[in-house]
C-alpha cells in the first residue's frame, strides 16, 4: 500500500530528490510496497503509518519485564531481548537482532530494521531506522529516517518543528527548494552517515549518503554525499 501522487506532483519532488539517493531499502523489511525507492523521502514519513495499519502484534507472546510498559500493536522479534523498563507504544515494529536498551520510550509509528540499536533514555516517534541503524545514547528522534550504518553519537537530536511552527521546506542536492506541506519533519539520514555527540539536526536536515556532522554542530539544509557538516 502506498500514497497516490499526482504525476506532474510527483515528478517535481523526484527529479531532483528520490528516497533510493539517500536510502536501499533492505530486502529484510516486509514493507517495501509502503517505500517506493522512486518516491520522495518526505513521502516515506506519511508511509510508516501506512505499513503498520495491518499490522498484527505478538506482545501477549513475549516474557515482558515488569518494568516495560507495552501497549497497542506492537511486533518485537523474538531474537530481541526487552530491557528490564522502558515505554512501547504501538504501532511498532521491531525486527530481528535489535538491540533496546533501558530507558527506551517509543512513542509509535516506529519500524527497526534488523540489527538496530534503540538506546537507553532515547525517544522514537514515527520514524524509519534502517538496517543496523544505531542510536545508543540520550537521543530523539521523531518523524525522521536514519539509512542503514547510520549511527548518532550521544545526545543527538532530530528536531522535528521550527520554532515558528511553520511548514518545513527541503533543499535538495541542487539547491531547489521543496514543499512538503509538513509542519513535523525531522532529518532524513543517507546511508553510512554519522553523526558526533551533542550535535543537533534541524527539521528538514537531510545528510547525504557517507556524510558526517561533527559534535556538537547545529546543522540545518542538506549535506552533500561524503561531505563533512562543521561549525
Known amino acids: 500500500m502506498y500514497f497516490e501522487v499526482h ?12 528516497a533510493s539517493e539517500l536510502f536501499d531499502l533492505p530486502d529484510s523489511l516486509p514493507f517495501e510496497v509502503a517505500f517506493s525507492g522512486s518516491a520522495s523521502p518526505w513521502q516515506w514519513i506519511a508511509s510508516i503509518s501506512v505499513a503498520l495499519e495491518d499490522l498484527s502484534g505478538n506482545k501477549d507472546d513475549l516474557k515482558c519485564p515488569i518494568g516495560l510498559e507495552m501497549e497497542g500493536p506492537v ?3 523474538p531474537s530481541v531481548k526487552l530491557p528490564a523498563y522502558g515505554s512501547i507504544k504501538g504501532p511498532v515494529y521491531i525486527a530481528e537482532d535489535c538491540e533496546l536498551r533501558p530507558g527506551v520510550f517509543i512513542r509509535g509509528n516506529v519500524i527497526a530494521a534488523t540489527g538496530s540499536v534503540l538506546g537507553n533514555s532515547c525517544e522514537f516517534k514515527n520514524c524509519l531506522l534502517l538496517e543496523n541503524a544505531k542510536v545508543p545514547h540520550f537521543s530523539y528522534v521523531g518523524d525522521s529516517i536514519l539509512g542503514n550504518n547510520t549511527h548518532l553519537g550521544a545526545g543527538v537530536v532530530c528536531s522535528n518543528l521550527r520554532l515558528d511552527q511553520a511548514e518545513v521546506k527541503i533543499k535538495d542536492f541542487s539547491g531547489k527548494v521543496h514543499d512538503t ?8 539520514l543517507g546511508d553510512f552517515s554519522e553523526v558526533g555527540c551533542n550535535a543537533v539536526l534541524n527539521p528538514g536536515t537531510v545528510l547525504g549518503r557517507r556524510s558526517i556532522v561533527l559534535p556538537t554542530v547545529s546543522n540545518g539544509g542538506t549535506v552533500a554525499h561524503g561531505q563533512v557538516a562543521k561549525q
Open 7 to 18: 504525476p506532474a506532483i510527483n515528478l517535481l519532488f523526484t527529479v531532483h530528490m528520490e
Open 75 to 77: 511486533f518485537i522479534h
Open 181 to 188: 506541506g509538513l509542519r513535523k519533519l525531522g532529518a532524513f
